[in-house]
């Protein structure tokens, strides 16, 4: 773990965000509440919160952190097919609770899945990340269009992909290696 006894105590918020692709009729269960596992929405974002709470004991070398909010919640976007979850997290304490965010909308996400997989098994979880994080050293962030990726396969130039660092266009390599 990281040593954070030197740094102050500060304010810290972080919002993240998780999408869940459903068809149109899977939707509709989950917006009126007839699937069989029950309430989805309420459960995932029960769910999102419990795992949130629990992220040091899931993520190695994260620190156990004295939440003071963690809110999730599930918006349904019938138009885009999707369910829009967002999960804040707030404390204050030596470290941010972005992770604890994160965490939160991934837990939030696959409790939906796990709900619902026994109507359509082609459900798609998508876009885990931090929109906004605040407090500490480094002082306020919140993700812009800037940061969107810009390729049509959603992958931005010098991102990994399965362990390899993508290549920019005219194959140039993103680090400052030379090939060889």
Do not use: F, N
Not at 19 to 36: A, F, K, Q, R, Y
């Amino acid at each position: 773990m990281v040593d954070v006894s030197a740094k102050p105590v500060t304010a810290r918020r972080a919002v993240a965000e998780a999408t869940v692709s459903l068809s149109p009729m899977t939707m509709s269960l989950v917006i009126d509440g007839g699937g069989t596992k029950g309430d989805v929405l309420a459960v995932a974002e029960l769910a999102g919160v419990m795992g949130g709470k629990r992220t040091s004991e899931l993520i190695p070398l994260c620190h156990p952190l004295a939440l003071t909010d963690l809110q999730v919640s599930i918006t349904p976007d019938r138009a885009a097919g999707v369910l829009r979850i967002r999960a804040e997290a707030a404390t204050t304490g030596q470290t941010g609770v972005e992770m604890e965010a994160m965490t939160a909308a991934s837990v939030a996400a696959l409790t939906v899945y796990d709900m619902v997989k026994g109507a359509e098994r082609g459900v798609e979880i998508g876009a885990v990340r931090l929109l906004a994080k605040s407090g500490g050293k480094s002082g306020d962030w919140s993700r812009t269009p800037s940061d969107a990726p810009t390729g049509g396969d959603g992958v931005r130039p010098g991102d990994r992909a399965a362990g390899r660092i993508t290549k920019r266009p005219m194959g140039r390599p993103t680090s400052g290696h030379k090939r060889g």
